[in-house]
């Protein structure tokens, strides 16, 4: 397991800029015991709505980290920032185009010891992610094994993240992915919406994050954080 920044996370909310959110669920959000926070969206992401979103999150003292996007969506002031790169999409663009894009603008500002690169593989068909992208989600077992021995053994990404966002995933073969790296950690998202599909995804995954719930049923998100503890505290390390 690498030794980065986001190593210990076991449990993490990902709120979305573009959605609203009152000050009453961000404080629950914040103070209730997650690891960190992540900041992201597929789409309606701007400068604007990431800082005043930061803005607020900054009052409390959960680590908060940033997904660079988009390329006005890149805001100083978070304590690490995650680069997606999509693996499993034809379109080199979201594979190294945009990054490229990005670091010829602000490759001299990057703290680097605090930015690592994330690995995408999108796996529902009707995430926003998939579509916009054109990733290639019907993946058999083999394929998603080959993806994930170029990610963890070949790019040595430190994250490769299991994206199935707005659906729960197959927690099978989320956990042969997982057996299949190395190095890098694996990231579930995608359907959590109750302690039952967090504790299945903390049992494979070493961080799962929780998204739409939060919008939809905020104390069901927060059963989610104990759930998630309880596995990691009742199992052993995860290699
Ligand atoms: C989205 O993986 C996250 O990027 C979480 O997914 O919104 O379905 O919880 P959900």
């Known amino acids: ?30 103070t209730s015991g997650t690891d960190a926070v992540i900041v992201g969206g597929s789409s309606g992401v701007t400068f604007e709505n990431i800082v005043d979103l930061m803005s607020r999150i900054r009052r409390y003292e959960v680590d908060c980290a940033l997904e660079v996007s988009t390329l006005d969506g890149a805001v100083p002031g978070f304590d690490g920032y995650f680069i997606p790169m999509v693996l499993n999409t034809g379109k080199a663009e979201w594979i190294t185009g945009w990054q490229t894009e990005g670091l010829k603008e602000y490759g001299t500002f ?72 190395v190095q890098a950690r694996i990231f579930y998202g995608g359907g959590i919406d109750n302690e039952d599909k967090a504790r299945q995804a903390a049992e494979v ?35």
């Open 1 to 30: 397991m690498n030794g980065s920044w986001f190593a210990s996370w076991r449990h993490v909310f990902k709120l979305d800029p573009e959605r609203e959110i009152s000050d009453e669920a961000l404080d629950a959000i914040c």
């Open 110 to 181: 990057v703290p680097w010891e605090e930015t690592a690169a994330q690995g995408y593989i999108i796996l529902n068909e009707d995430a926003t992610a998939a579509k916009l992208t054109e990733a290639k989600t019907d993946l058999s077992e083999t394929d998603l094994i080959a993806h994930i021995r170029m990610a963890d053994r070949l790019m040595r990404l430190p994250v490769i993240y299991l994206e199935y966002s707005g659906r729960f995933g197959d927690m099978q073969l989320v956990k042969r992915a997982r057996t299949a790296a």
């Open 205 to 239: 995954a070493h961080t799962v994050v929780v998204g739409n719930v939060i919008y939809s049923n905020l104390a069901s998100a927060l059963a989610t954080v104990t759930a998630v503890q309880e596995v990691a505290s009742s199992s052993l390390e995860m290699k």
